[in-house]
């Protein structure tokens, strides 16, 4: 424990003790001490949380020159400290009324209470229900990291305060200079268990000019949520004009909130987003409805619909994802707000599940509605068919292994195998959304069962899984085919083994101890042809070809195209691993594909004569700290051409630091490079708040993304921008450009204020670069709460 300094005598030492033991409830006898000897400090407890003999914490008074008048007062000077649970109270001159429990310091004083600092010249406070006034003190609040001072603080109790004329900033103050930004209130209340503070008369500055004012006003004293006025939102594009919105938060309740932003476009008009939330037992989800009633530009209304809900009513599971918007040109004028990842194929899709764990395995049941909306516009060359939608997916899943008593015997190479097996068994009613393209098949019916039994057999490294599976589905249309059928059906067996090793040797590479391992795989496919030409395709289509793909049985997702392959891929790949911290330093991999006969079904509807197939090849180093690498290539082996290749190189040799390359060709469709950077270019980095007060001495960066086409010869998705940081302030500013068209751009313009500790205001620009820039890393990431903005 902590101990005092020694007490001069003729110092009373037996009434300080008993001031510590008996005016705070202790009920101890004081223990005798010789002048020549330092007096031990008691250990504090928590203020207001009493022990279970009901004893209060006790108090200690301690310092380099202190006196005691028993159960009167006691008066200390030259750096007295005075201790009560979790408050310390330093000062020169203390004096400390007994009856009144009244502290009264003097000089350079300064409290610590629940990580707040306090420092000024004069206090008076009554210590053990903290009530009373502090002239002229700066202060730190540990829950939101910033500072302040005011003219007079005022505390009610342990959880409620009031400043007068205060001002807060998380900037530092320096040579007495007014802080980058600050906020200052006329009346400035804090309610420290309610999490709220108001002010009144509060005005933001930023580098001494208002950019924000507000007669009264509330906010959250941490990242709790708090019900209030949010920082305006701007917005800058060639298509809307200036966007400026002011978000409104309702913390309706703990499991609910919304938030509604009136905003007003130069071009065209005013509108409202709003956002629900709630988060109930078993059941999460939002709702956003964006609304612009009437758009100058377009001349109707505009709006989007938004809903995303996931819950289960007892063993049922369900989830709803919804995007739906007013018109085809939604995604062009308001691509902010659409979400999906396709911003012209808006899925609704509801699933409903339930899962069920028997002694012999698992039944899933499940159904589902999925709908489209297709944003095909106006322009015919840019039209694409809509996939089919779901009214309605049912079906049940059935998944099995065979208990390893039951196979006892069937003992191949000596080892005991298993039994795994699954059943899916389906219906669905296939339909085209109202926006399809003209033109497109009618729907229909389908009757599905998947179905495999495999015996996997294996080791630590190696393994061995012949399967057996087929494909049967049966089909009802609503409008007859070529041949005038309207019902029609097929079965497709598939036989297929796949088997692999991983060989492991210690090596080095580059002076370093490694762990090289070798993995071949061997995937054999045996299915026979099926006359599909005639069947529709409700769901069916290629997979891309890959490392992951060649080594499946069909090279079509879905259920309506099995390809009749009969094929061996063949590959291998290399792996160095890091024995010192089993990072992986190198990737080297091969596989090809060699075919036994012709194949008939695929993707084009044109016969694969080739026996072999194209090569894949892939590359992946990390042989530097700072270097990564990686690659992959479709090669022809009777073009002697790639067909598809992907390059990509990033350097990172520090925080904030990173540059990488990309070169992607898909030939006769595109050829792109992409350059992405975060850099310095001038100054030196800020590490700390403390770092610059009003902008001197901060660091300048650039980061962005760009994209060109090779083959277009023109600038594709891009953003490039600058970002300033001041330490206690980050400035962004830059220019988004995003394609809308084969001749058509979206520009914005990006220009972002983030108030470490405070807010952002402005556009979204932080998002925006960290979608597009890979590595990239905030500046103010960094930054934590210091009460180093004390003297």
Known sequence: MPRSPRIPHPAPLPSLIALALCAWGGAASAQQATPDEPLPLRSSRVLGAPGKSGAKPALVISGAKVSAQMDQQAEGTDGVELRYGELVLSADKLNYRIVDDLARAEGNVRITHQGNVF???????????????????SFFLAATGGAGKADIIKFQDSEHLSATQGTYSSCPIVDNQEPAWQISAKQLRMDLAANEGQAEGAVLRFLGVPILAAPSLSFPLSSARKSGWLPPNIFLDNRSGLEFGVPYYWNIAPQRDATFTPFVMTKRGVGLDSEFRYLEPGHVGRVNVDLLPSDRVFGHSRWDLKLANDGAFGDWHYRLKSERVSDDDYWKDMSRRVESQTPRLLASDLNISRQKELSWGVIDTYARLQHWQTLQGTDVPSQFDSPYQRSPQI????????????????????????????????YNRFDLPGSARAGQPHGGQRVHALGHVAAPLGGEAWWLIPRLSFNAAAYDLDRPQADGRTRMHRVVPTLSIDHGWVFERDTTLFGRDMRQSLEPRLLYVNTPFRDQASLPNFDAAPKDFNFDSIYTDNPFSGVDRVSDLHAVSAGATSRWVSTANGE???????????????QLVTPDGQPVTQRFSDLLLAAAAHLDEKWWADSTLEFNPETNRSVRSVLRARYSPGPFKTVSLAYRLARGQSEQVELAWQWPIYGQPVTSRGADSRGCGGAWYSAGRVQYSLRDRRLTDSVAGFEYDAGCWVLRWGIERLSTGRAETNTRFMLQLELIGLSQLGSNALKVLKDNVPGYRRLSS??????DFLP
Do not use: C, H, N
């Open 119 to 137: 420092t000024g010249p004069l206090l008076q406070l009554y210590v053990s229900r903290f009530e009373g006034e502090f002239l002229a003190p």
């Open 782 to 787: 960094d930054r934590s709460p210091s009460s």
């Open 395 to 426: 079906g049940v899943r059935l998944t099995t292994a065979a208990d390893e008593a039951v196979l006892d015997s069937f003992r191949p190479w000596g080892r005991k195998a298993r039994l795994e097996g699954g059943l899916e068994l389906e």
């Open 584 to 598: 992986e330093i190198l990737r080297l991999g091969a596989v090809q594909r060699f075919l036994f006969r012709d």
